[in-house]
């Protein structure tokens, strides 16, 4: 894919790509060719519409070729530029990290839904586990200016780039993140436990869309042979780290609702209060109550 070895307009060369991925089968053929533009141009979609009649430089045709030629292959279009919007935040990708999706904010929404309006200007603390770009705990402490967090992944690289992203957002002084898995003994206590664990079985993998099968990292996708292991974990370690009346949070599969309310609320002092779905109604966030140990 590339386009046409002669002097072109940014409009036309817009054309060109968006008819190219369109017939490559890429759905948002129209944006993507856009955000790729503007990305190689440096441009926003107002800079783009003003100087729609400029001609392209060659060096220009060729980074635009270049660029379209990956989309093409599979890569999805926040890879390529490195950036993806959550929750009206931009937020830095790496290797390590999942791209943030639409679905994830279902978590946001819900816990906006649990914690009580007067609680939100007090200092909560919250922790995110497997917090990837950080996206979920930055969307929080966006919304709850008292609020401070801990993000852990088990990822070096992750954690480097939630940190860069709370630089980015100017969110260096309420957040922290740590180098740590499922399993890491926190001895804090938290008012507010969110989490988007791995949850596709190891199985399904190998038929995910390309854009994520190809990548995603491996270990933030699978979930091992049901796709359940991680909340498994998440529901032996919640009671010790909610307080009590506390919330924990977590993103789920499709189909995975009953299996993970079973896991939920077979745990110690736990108790599942509310599915929320996204916006296709499929279940997507499942909140559970901490309600008190009942064992030592």
């Known amino acids: ?147 401070t967090g801990l993000g852990i992944d088990i990822d070096p690289q992750a954690v480097e780039t939630a940190r860069a992203n709370a630089a980015l957002l100017g969110m260096e002084a309420r957040s922290e993140f740590r180098v740590a898995d499922f399993n890491e003994d926190l001895t804090e206590r938290f008012d507010l436990v969110v989490s988007n664990p791995p949850y596709i079985p190891t199985r399904d993998i190998a038929d995910l869309a390309r854009e994520v099968r190809d990548h995603d990292p491996r270990r933030a996708l699978d979930g091992g042979a049901d796709g359940l292991h991680a909340y498994r974990v998440i529901a032996r370690r919640a009671p010790y780290l909610l307080k009590p009346d506390a919330f924990l949070i977590v993103e789920i599969g499709i189909g995975q609702a009953a299996d993970v309310e079973a896991i939920f609320n077979a745990a110690d002092g736990l108790e599942v209060v509310a599915v929320k779905p996204d916006l296709s109604g499929i279940p997507r966030a499942v909140s559970v109550r901490h309600r008190g140990r009942k064992t030592a």
């Open 1 to 147: 894919m590339s386009l046409p070895d002669r002097a072109i307009e940014i409009a036309a060369a817009r054309r060109i790509l968006a008819a190219q991925f369109e017939k490559a089968g890429i759905d948002t053929a129209a944006l993507d060719a856009r955000l790729l533009i503007g990305h190689a141009l440096s441009l926003d979609h107002t800079g783009l519409a003003s100087a729609a009649k400029r001609l392209l430089t060659p060096a220009e045709r060729e980074t635009i070729s270049a660029l379209a030629a990956r989309r093409v292959a599979g890569e999805p279009v926040a890879r390529i530029v490195g950036v993806k919007e959550f929750w009206g935040l931009p937020l830095t990708l790496s290797a390590a990290t999942l791209v943030p999706r639409p679905d994830t904010e279902t978590v946001v929404e819900a816990a906006l839904a649990i914690v009580e309006p007067a609680r939100r200007n007090e200092p909560l603390r919250i922790a995110d586990l497997g917090t990837g770009t950080g996206a979920i705990l930055f969307a929080l402490l966006h919304e709850w200016p008292q609020a």
